[in-house]
């Protein structure tokens, strides 16, 4: 079966545009992930859907930032007016959510998309 | 704060070699643990995953440790390859939370011939 995808895998932009990145999780996967990894550092958490509840959206770094899904399936990260620091590769994730046990079930990455604000 | 703090940053050995990579956290309460391993321009993948209660975890040449009650976790790789050069990360979740999955920043290793 299709892992998570990911599209555009690259992305260059001029200071000031915006831009939609989008995630196509694995079917059947009620969990949704969004993260930003900059140059050498660790996965920065953005934003988690989990089925119809209401998102976690307590890592969105400034009001620039959004995202939706819609129908439960694919999801799409907004970034408004972008700066130079929003240059960084963007990973989405998609996993079962958490188990009868409140265990969250593995991740599944897609390859990500690189943005490069200039 | 939790954290999930990785050493070394950076490691270089050669082929065939042995080497062991560390994973300290402060995340409370504690969920489970796993290593990902992240090639260069891809997503990170599962290698291993361990809950609270269990202290060894192999997959192939990969074995992970953990020790819940000093909050410390290994990741030893056997018989280096080449196919071995990436970044490792270690991940800690909390319970009842699938939002709260801390990241560590990784060790990036790199195998030589």
């Known amino acids: 079966g299709a892992g998570v995808s990911q599209s555009p895998s690259n992305k260059v932009t001029e200071k000031g545009k915006d831009v939609e990145l989008r995630c196509d999780p694995i079917?059947?996967?009620?969990?949704l992930y969004w993260y930003r990894q900059s140059l050498g550092q660790g996965l920065e958490f953005l934003i988690y859907?989990?089925?119809?509840?209401?998102?976690?959206k307590s890592g969105l770094p400034s009001d620039r930032f959004s995202a939706e899904r819609t129908g439960g399936s694919v999801s799409t990260l907004t970034i408004q007016r972008t700066q130079q620091e929003d240059s960084a590769v963007y990973l989405c994730?998609?996993?079962?959510?958490?188990?009868?046990?409140?265990?969250?079930?593995?991740?599944?990455f897609g390859p990500g998309t690189r943005l490069t604000v200039t | 704060k939790n954290q999930v703090e990785q050493s070394p940053q950076s490691l270089i050995i050669l082929e065939g070699k042995n080497c062991t990579l560390q994973?300290?956290?402060?995340?409370?309460?504690?969920?489970?643990l796993r290593w990902y391993k992240q090639d260069t321009g891809r997503g990170p993948v599962s290698l291993t995953i361990?809950?609270?209660?269990?202290n060894t975890k192999s997959n192939g040449r990969y074995t992970a440790t953990l020790d819940a009650d000093t909050k410390q976790s290994s990741l030893h790789i056997t018989a280096s390859q080449l196919s071995d050069s990436a970044s490792y990360i270690c991940?800690?979740?909390?319970?009842?939370?699938?939002?709260?999955?801390?990241f560590g920043s990784g060790t990036r290793l790199s195998i030589r011939p």
């Open positions: 994730a998609s996993s079962l959510g958490l188990s009868p046990g409140q265990v969250p079930y593995e991740q599944y």
């Open positions: 079917s059947g996967h009620t969990a």
């Open positions: 859907f989990q089925g119809n509840s209401a998102p976690d």
């Open positions: 994973c300290n956290y402060t995340v409370s309460p504690f969920s489970n």
């Open positions: 361990m809950t609270f209660s269990e």
């Open positions: 991940v800690v979740s909390a319970p009842s939370s699938a939002s709260k999955i801390i």
